[in-house]
């Protein structure tokens, strides 16, 4: 199916644990993102990508890792999970810097 | 620093009636300010976008009025159904250099009573 697809949807790690969260999707679009959502706080972006091999800190980049080999995937790893940690996490992506992204159905991940 | 302040956090609203969503940012240059709206364990989808050269957009029962001197944008939901249900984030970005990526609102939690 076209689009973008996370996984896996649901995640418990214990602290200090490696975990990486995937992401895939089938529009060749340029930009891809990881934001993370918490009550209270809205949708934060950690990284983004602005082609393969290009990637950048976002607001709240600390405690996390990215890689974009090739056009279609971001994965988003968490080399030492922490408590903090824990929220719901989405990918998105858009054609062009400034225009429209496509959010995946996210990853709800528990830090214990 | 919140570049994107969203107004109010909850919201209820009679079936039929007008569902009214305010946002204000700060940044000058931002030039793309989408909505998006998002049910319970789905991904945001955006509802209705606009660029700063309009003052109003509209789509079926979904209005963005903006206005540029103010830097503020709001959302209208003219007869509202229990369906429009969700949370709803507005969100700001633009084009040029700089910081890629949306900045969002905190969101809001509209109800829609039947």
């Known amino acids: 199916d076209a689009g973008i697809t996370q996984s896996p949807r649901y995640k418990i790690t214990e602290t200090g644990r490696q975990v990486t969260l995937m992401c895939h999707q089938t529009w060749s679009h340029s930009y891809m993102f990881w934001y993370r959502q918490d009550l209270g706080h809205g949708l934060r972006l950690i990284y983004y990508s602005a082609a393969a091999d290009i990637t950048d800190k976002g607001e709240v980049p600390d405690g996390y890792v990215v890689s974009r080999s090739k056009t279609e995937n971001f994965p988003l790893t968490l080399e030492s999970a922490t408590r903090s940690q824990t929220s719901v996490y989405f990918c998105?992506?858009?054609?062009?810097?400034?225009?429209?992204?496509?959010f995946g159905q996210g990853t709800r991940l528990t830090v214990v | 620093q919140q570049q994107v302040k969203q107004s109010p956090q909850s919201l209820i609203v009679q079936k039929g009636g007008i569902s009214i969503i305010n946002c204000a940012y700060e940044n000058t240059a931002f030039d793309y300010f989408p909505w998006y709206q998002q049910f319970p364990g789905k991904g945001p989808a955006l509802l209705i976008a606009?660029?700063?050269?309009?003052s109003e957009k509209k789509e079926g029962r979904f209005t963005i009025s903006f206005n540029k001197s103010a830097k503020q944008f709001s959302l209208h939901i003219m007869d509202s159904q229990p369906g429009d249900s969700a949370t709803y984030f507005c969100a700001a970005t633009y084009g040029g250099g700089g910081a890629d990526g949306l900045t969002f609102g905190k969101g809001t939690h509209l109800i829609i009573q039947p």
């Open positions: 998105a992506s858009s054609e062009q810097r400034g225009t429209e992204a496509f």
């Open positions: 606009i660029r700063p050269d309009v």
